[in-house]
């Protein structure tokens, strides 16, 4: 991918850029471009203002991906991706493997092997070295379910701008592609293999053993119940976990009620009976859509199967936190009701079970912010006609739990009862 340095940007002798163009630009500050625009003309053009638009708004590095702000107009219905996941995107597998740090030695091996396998590009597993070495600790970022890593793009830049060492592993069974690059949903888990997400967070664990400092895990919906599980089951391991809507189980009812029935006629069928649930599709139409819009990638056609084996595991999770108590290592939760996806009161119950708000976080998003199940990336929200910068928010108050553990508290109803 080409790129441009700053005096070649600066120097360039293209048309000017449109003020009014640049402002939707979802990776662009609106007051930034504003405050560009030197002689209030509505374009950016010249060396001096092209200079300041850079200096303000487009990047901190020497680098930058020039289709930023070359590929005007610009649509919340076609969001691009910042300076920062275009520059992650770019990156060789190769020089990436061999940026880890040798003190990663398990990481670095996983990596590898993985550049071997036929894998959707913007859903392999990454890392990212802290911008400062010795790093402050490792971050673990965990993708949602039936998406991929390309959701921590621009999370995994700045956690490692402030310091930290970042690991982006996908999720059990993700990130696969059939030869002509469509997703392939054959390697996650179905509703009789529930045990192969406990395997994942077995082998999680173990790879992250080789830090020699704090191991934070930061996981979204079905990377949450991962993070939970891991923070239940090896707290020796993991130093804190932020749990970003988890799925622990769906909030739909009837949901539950097949799931269940599923799980009586397991008992009369010798465990076939969940098998029935791998025949009944879940097609997600908004990450189709988004697929079309902007190239969103993951897996899309996926069944109530892999959603019951998802389920399952954070019953068991759920379980975990429960032995564990208050040895669980410490929680962030980070909710929304504006979504209802997941069953808040399992979330709720997992808090309690951990110690409460004595020493966990539990902030819950009310209805009217309309914040989105997936709330990390900007593309995604602005493809859904939410702000982008719901995105910022979340991110604060992730980094704040991580780097001082300082939770953050706006407990829902679900959780006073």
């Known amino acids: ?60 590095h020497d680098r ?17 991706a910042s300076p920062e996941a275009r520059r992650l995107a770019a990156v060789d597998h190769a020089e990436m493997v061999a940026a880890v740090p040798s003190k990663y030695a398990h990481i670095r091996d996983s990596l590898a092997a993985e550049g071997a396998m036929t894998m959707q590009p913007h859903c392999r597993s990454f890392f990212v070295p802290a911008a400062e070495q010795p790093a402050r600790g490792l971050v673990v970022l965990l993708h949602g379910f039936s998406a991929g890593t390309w959701q921590y793009e621009e999370f995994a830049q700045r956690f490692a701008r402030g310091g930290y060492d970042v690991y982006v592993p996908r999720l059990a069974g993700h990130g696969h592609a059939h030869a002509d690059g469509t997703g392939d949903i054959s390697k996650i888990p179905q509703s009789e293999q529930s045990a192969h997400w406990t395997e994942y967070a077995d082998n999680l664990a173990a790879r992250v053993t080789d830090a020699d400092g704090p191991v934070h895990v930061v996981g979204l919906s079905g990377g949450g119940a991962v993070a939970m599980n891991l923070a239940a089951r090896f707290p020796g391991v993991v130093t804190s976990s932020t749990l970003l809507d988890p799925f622990l189980g769906p909030q739909n009812d009837k949901a539950k009620s097949v799931f269940r029935a599923a799980g009586t006629l397991d008992q009369f069928t010798f465990g076939q009976g969940s098998r029935l649930l791998g025949l009944l599709p879940s097609p997600f139409g908004a990450a189709q859509r988004d697929l079309k819009a902007w190239g969103r990638e993951g897996h899309f056609a996926f069944n109530a199967g892999h959603i019951a084996a998802l389920s399952e595991f954070g019953a068991s999770s759920v379980a975990a936190v429960e032995k564990a108590g208050a040895t669980t290592a410490r929680l962030q939760v980070i ?17 309690r079970a951990a110690g409460g708000l004595a020493r966990n976080g539990f902030y819950e998003f009310p209805a009217a912010e309309k914040v989105p199940h997936a709330m990390v990336h900007r593309r995604e929200m602005a493809s859904a006609g939410r702000d982008p910068g719901i995105a910022d928010r979340v991110f604060d108050i992730v980094f704040r739990f991580v780097d001082d553990g300082t939770p953050t508290q706006r407990p829902p109803t679900a959780f006073a009862r």
Do not use: C, Y
């Open 335 to 351: 909710s929304t009701a504006g979504e209802a996806v997941v069953d808040g009161d399992l979330i709720a119950r997992s808090v």
């Open 64 to 80: 930058f991906e020039p289709t930023t702000v070359v590929r005007p107009p610009f649509s919340f219905a076609r969001p691009v």
């Open 1 to 60: 991918m080409s790129t441009l340095t700053r005096l070649d940007f600066v120097s360039r002798r293209a048309g000017p850029l449109l003020v009014a163009d640049l402002k939707q630009e979802g990776a662009l500050d609106a007051r930034a471009v504003a405050s560009a625009d030197r002689n209030h003309d509505g374009r950016i053009e010249g060396a001096f203002e092209r200079g300041a638009l850079w200096d303000a708004a487009i990047s901190t």
